[in-house]
């Protein structure tokens, strides 16, 4: 399961393990970080911000080492209830952390935005007791030169473990990374099997990709208003899965289908060839849409999600 690319050279070195929570702002790439540290996919990544709700466990298993990997949703200012209750997973992750790995996206500092960033950063970080790895990701759209002045100036933020930085989409610079979180944990036992990449269930990595087609395939704010419920999961070649997508209005509802039933055909059809490759089986996928008026105020619908 591990590559060649993640492990560390076998050594007399103690075995480490513990848990390493990943924080940042929307968008600035932890989903696809943890895609690349497990070299699959179990979180989603779209090019929208906000689309993490949960917590999700990766796990990265080396010679001498296991990371258990927390991703968390975006911090942000958070207005509405689903939002706050999305920070104060990612806030209450921390305490059982060893370790944080705090990930920004280096491409959109220009001066001004560094000045306004920092001071947004020593709000998040001043709450942090636990050792922080700051990775700089997104390296690969700013020039070489610029990537020295901008880990020097990071480090008069906050005393990190250590500044690193990485491309989470071509895996330049992860090797590193694992190697500074890996010093970071205590010695301890291997958890869980060495070729488990996650402890999600495969229902709810079902329902994962499935959102991740909608936020990939609809405009602007609808996804936002929309969960999925895995129904029902038979295991199986193929797997029959019978998922729901709530939505909280008849127009949006609309969107959804699309004309003639085109969009839900689309988002259906993608969702399937994606869950198949993870499940490495044929998949049956079978979709619903449900209008359910204010679910992301109401905390009932919020806690059979797991956001509460
Ligand atoms: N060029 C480049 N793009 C990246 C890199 N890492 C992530 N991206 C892109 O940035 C966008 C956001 O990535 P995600 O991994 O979904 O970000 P996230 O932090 O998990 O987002 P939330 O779920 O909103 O918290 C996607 O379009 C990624 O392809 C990188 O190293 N380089």
Redesign the pocket.
């Known amino acids: 399961m591990i590559s060649e690319k993640n492990s560390l050279s076998a050594s007399s070195a103690p075995y480490r393990s513990g848990v390493v929570t990943i924080l940042?702002a929307?968008?600035?790439?932890?989903?696809?970080l943890l895609n690349q540290l497990l070299q699959q996919k179990i979180?989603i990544?779209?090019?929208k911000?906000?689309?993490?709700r949960n917590r999700i466990m990766g796990i990265v298993t080396g010679p001498d080492f296991q990371i258990l990997l927390l991703d968390t949703?975006?911090l942000h200012a958070a207005k509405e209830e689903i939002n706050r209750r999305m920070v104060k997973i990612a806030l209450a992750s921390l305490a059982d952390a060893d370790a944080v790995l705090f990930l920004v996206d280096c491409s959109v500092w220009n001066h001004d935005k560094r000045i306004s960033k920092a001071e947004e950063y020593a709000g998040y970080l001043k709450k942090i007791t636990k050792p922080v790895v700051l990775a700089l990701?997104?390296q690969?759209?700013i020039p070489q030169q610029q990537l020295l002045p901008i880990m020097d100036w990071c480090r008069t933020l906050h005393p990190f473990a250590s500044v690193v930085p990485v491309?989470?989409?071509?895996g330049q610079g992860v090797d590193v990374l694992l190697a500074e979180l890996v010093t970071l944990l205590p010695e301890g036992p291997q958890y869980y099997p060495e070729d488990l990449p996650t402890d999600a269930t495969e229902r709810f990595i079902a329902a994962e990709i499935i959102r991740e087609k909608i936020f990939l395939l609809i405009r602007k704010e609808v996804p936002y208003s929309t969960a999925v419920v895995i129904d029902s999961f038979e295991e199986g070649d193929p797997a029959v899965i019978r998922a729901t997508i709530m939505v909280e209005r008849d127009s949006q509802k609309g969107i959804l289908v699309g004309q003639k039933g085109k969009m839900l055909a689309t988002i259906r059809q993608s969702a399937a060839a994606d869950i198949a490759q993870v499940l490495d089986r044929r998949v049956r996928l079978h979709l619903w849409i449900k209008v359910s008026k204010d679910w992301t105020e109401n905390t009932a619908i919020l806690r059979d999600l797991g956001l509460v």
């Open positions: 940042g929307p968008n600035v790439g932890k989903s696809t979180a990544v779209t090019p911000a906000q689309t993490t949703p975006g990701n997104k690969d759209l491309s989470a989409l071509s």
